[in-house]
């Protein structure tokens, strides 16, 4: 899977799940039904983390500027936005060609390159480890409380 097929999948995971949130929340202030708030919430929560990680390995293979590289991170946070922040990347070539640093690729340089490369050798393990690291801090989030009060 290349950079771009990553990402634009990440980005549209995102946005359903804003949707099915948005939807969820829509029937509650309605009367209709409480129960899908928790369910979609918690879907939405888990594909967010997932879609900051797909972003901050994106931007460290793709070599994004910090200011882009952040900006992908702030469209997560806005419903709806990972979409056309991934048509903009896409556009101006920031997700062209495969992954730099793939066996017999570019060398990795920095300790995130490092991390990188060794996630591209190992991707079954590299995505065990990037769900299990999405699950603690979801627990942990989940520990701490709604992100809005409660009564």
Known sequence: MTPRE???RSALAEAVTWTLLILGMVLKYT???EAFVPVF???HGVVFLAYCV???FVWV????SAGFGALGLASAFVP???IPFERRAQRSGRLTGGWRLAPGGEHPVTVLE???AWSLRSPVL???AGAAGVAVVASVLLHLGPPVPRG
């Open 54 to 56: 797909v972003t901050c």
């Open 31 to 33: 009367g209709v039904s």
């Open 114 to 116: 490092r991390v990188q």
């Open 41 to 43: 919430g918690m879907l």
């Open 61 to 64: 293979d793709r070599q994004w």
């Open 6 to 8: 990553l990402y634009r």
């Open 80 to 82: 709806w936005a990972t």
């Open 126 to 128: 590299a995505v065990l």
